[in-house]
């Protein structure tokens, strides 16, 4: 029988809920009964406690990787495939969730929209738009720049200082969070997002020149 795992963050409160197999108790959002050991449904978790990880924005990518596959190896839906109907399903459904888990909090900026939003604190408008007067200079200045590069080092060079700003931006996060300042959080958090619009941009136009 697998070992069990409770996808709870740590130090979180842990809900009971019957095994639908053999109605025992299980704990929190158990994979496995305790009791029978049958694999059990995704429960109500967040993407951090799926994944038994404290809720903040400092994971680094090797240790949201490791939790994720230790987790995805139990629940596999090929070792399910034998089981009965049921088992396979849940087994499925299991699999996607740690899947949209994993794709959330491996992105630095889905990661830090996700706390906000879990938080109270969403990222108003539909990312078009800039409200932000700095912000919205520094996006202009970067764009000009960008457009008139006019040779693949010119290009080159708007992309890498994006990415480091990229880095920068995603440590004013992490501090952000920290301090629990949401209103700074949200302001980087979109900072992040437009700079990574400009690297893809740059990046296409590269792959524009190269063709």
Same mark, same amino acid.
Request: hydrophobic share 40%; proline share 6%.
């Given at each position: ?12 409160? =842990? ?51 490791? +939790? ?7 629940? =596999? ?31 630095? /900026? ?18 078009? *738009? ?6 919205? +200079? ?21 992309? +890498?200082?994006?990415? =480091? ?24 958090? *979109?900072?992040?997002?437009? /700079?990574?619009?400009? +690297? ?12």
């Amino acid at each position: 029988m697998a070992t069990p795992f409770t996808d709870t963050a740590p130090g979180g409160a =842990h809900s009971i809920r019957p095994c639908w197999s053999c109605r025992g108790p299980a704990a929190g959002d158990a994979a496995f009964c305790e009791t029978c050991g049958v694999i059990q449904p995704p429960g109500q978790e967040d993407h951090f406690a799926r994944l038994g990880l404290e809720r903040r924005f400092d994971l680094d990518a090797g240790t949201i990787d490791r +939790a994720y596959f230790a987790r995805q190896r139990q629940v =596999h839906p090929d070792r399910f495939a034998r089981r009965a109907p049921r088992e396979a399903a849940i087994a499925e459904s299991r699999s996607v969730s740690l899947n949209a888990a994993y794709q959330t909090l491996r992105d630095p /900026l889905r990661r830090a929209t996700y706390l906000l939003e879990l938080a109270g604190h969403p990222i108003a408008g539909d990312g078009k *738009t800039i409200a932000d007067p700095e912000l919205l +200079a520094e996006v202009m200045e970067r764009r000009e720049a960008l457009a008139e590069a006019d040779s693949p080092e010119a290009v080159a060079a708007v992309a +890498a200082d994006a990415r =480091h700003e990229r880095v920068s931006a995603e440590a004013a996060l992490g501090a952000a969070f920290a301090a629990g300042d949401y209103p700074a959080a949200r302001r980087h958090a *979109t900072r992040l997002r437009y /700079l990574g619009r400009l +690297a893809e941009e740059a990046r296409r136009r590269s792959a524009m020149r190269a063709a």
